[in-house]
């Protein structure tokens, strides 16, 4: 069988995998259902029982808890180890960040509608007039700041909401834009 590897960081998790490409398949399906941000998204096969203490914030390995009897003949057969997965949360914030610190006062760190209309408001504010959906993704990049899983459809819905207005491959703010995240009360 083909062997695979896979390793990636998203938002404050390290995930690294190594074995048979369907187990890998496997697991890495296991964290991304554990991933709050993306219980939506439709990124699943078979899953397995797979026991990941994914809060404890130090270093895990973890062990496969549910593992098949085809699984258990073939580790026979061929006399490896048990298969380990690493889950290494990263515990770092971009503290001291202007844009950071301005996403969560205004409390758009968590939605990402939010988060892109209020990354337009800093900007904005910075003297930025028109604006575009890779500016918005690269200023988060800049700030070390979780990007957008889609940046296209938080300007769509956005535009939906009447908080900015769309110019060919730009966009602008409305005053309605800039008050739902500054409030009536700043300007």
């Not at 990941?52 to 180890?81: H, M, N, W, Y």
């Not at 770092?92 to 968590?110: I, R, T, V, W």
Request: charge should be neutral.
């Amino acid at each position: 069988m083909s062997e695979a590897k896979i390793d990636f960081s998203f938002d404050n998790l390290h995930f690294s995998c190594e074995g048979d490409k369907n187990w890998v398949e496997i697991q890495l399906n296991q964290v991304l259902n554990r991933i709050p941000g993306l219980n939506g998204a439709k990124i699943m096969a078979k899953p397995e029982k797979v026991n990941f203490p994914l809060s404890q914030p130090a270093v895990d390995e973890v062990s496969i808890v549910g593992a098949t009897d085809a699984e258990e003949k073939a580790k026979g057969k061929r006399g490896r180890k048990a298969k380990v997965v690493i889950a290494e949360p990263i515990a770092e914030e971009p503290s001291g960040d202007p844009l950071y610190e301005f996403l969560k006062d205004k409390n758009a760190d968590k939605n990402q509608v939010k988060k892109f209309l209020a990354t337009a408001v800093y900007l904005h504010s910075q003297g930025e007039e028109k604006f575009s959906t890779p500016r918005i993704s690269k200023s988060l990049k800049a700030s070390r700041i979780e990007k957008l899983l889609n940046a296209s459809d938080c300007l769509n819905k956005n535009e939906k909401k009447g908080f900015c207005i769309k110019d060919d491959k730009e966009f602008i703010l409305t005053e309605a834009g800039i008050h739902a995240i500054l409030g009536d009360t700043q300007e």
